[in-house]
């Protein structure tokens, strides 16, 4: 087995709604970021990268590429996974917590779980989403942006 934890914020800024998950979710602001802000996504990404020994996502997608503008961020999970596959690996399972003031994300949990697991060849049950405010306290309680803790293991393809 391997493990890998990933860490991003975005930031908000003008908009009308965010991408969670895959999940377009209308707010008064939505996140900046050079591809479409998918901050959950983002997270996950780098967490399996972690797991895999491979580095982070801006080292595989850099965001001085032309070609990641505006990128689908499932686009990028699914590449991920490719490269998790391609060393012998699949999920075991995926622990995710968004930190966020607002918008509320009950609502939309059950979809972004299940774009994520469609993404991670995968089972809804191997993959929760949870979110938490910050009781208005720092960044997140501030809604100065959006921050995404994730942890993945990984197990051997096969068993
Ligand atoms: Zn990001």
């Known amino acids: 087995m391997r493990i890998g934890h990933g860490y ?3 930031r908000f800024g003008p908009g009308d709604a965010l991408v969670l998950g895959g999940v377009r979710i209308p707010h008064e602001r939505g996140l900046v970021a050079h591809s479409d802000g998918d901050v959950l996504i983002h997270a996950i990404c780098d967490a ?6 491979q580095g ?8 001085t590429d032309p070609a990641n503008a505006g990128i689908d961020s499932r686009l990028l999970l699914r590449r991920v996974m490719q490269l998790v596959q391609q060393a012998g690996w ?3 399972n995926l622990d995710a917590t968004i930190i966020a003031q607002a918008p509320r994300m009950a609502p939309h949990i059950a ?8 993404d991670m060849a ?3 049950t191997q993959v929760n989403v949870k979110a938490t405010t910050t009781e208005k306290l720092g960044f997140t309680g501030r809604q100065e942006g959006i921050a995404v803790h994730a942890v993945v293991l ?3 393809a096969g068993l």
Not at 48 to 53: S, T
Not at 57 to 63: C, W
């Open 8 to 10: 991003d914020v975005h």
């Open 48 to 53: 399996l990268l972690g797991a895999l020994g």
């Open 56 to 63: 982070d996502i801006g080292h595989h997608f850099p965001d």
């Open 90 to 92: 699949m999920l075991g």
């Open 111 to 118: 979809s972004m779980r299940e774009h994520l697991a469609a």
């Open 122 to 124: 995968a089972a809804v």
């Open 154 to 156: 990984l197990q051997t």
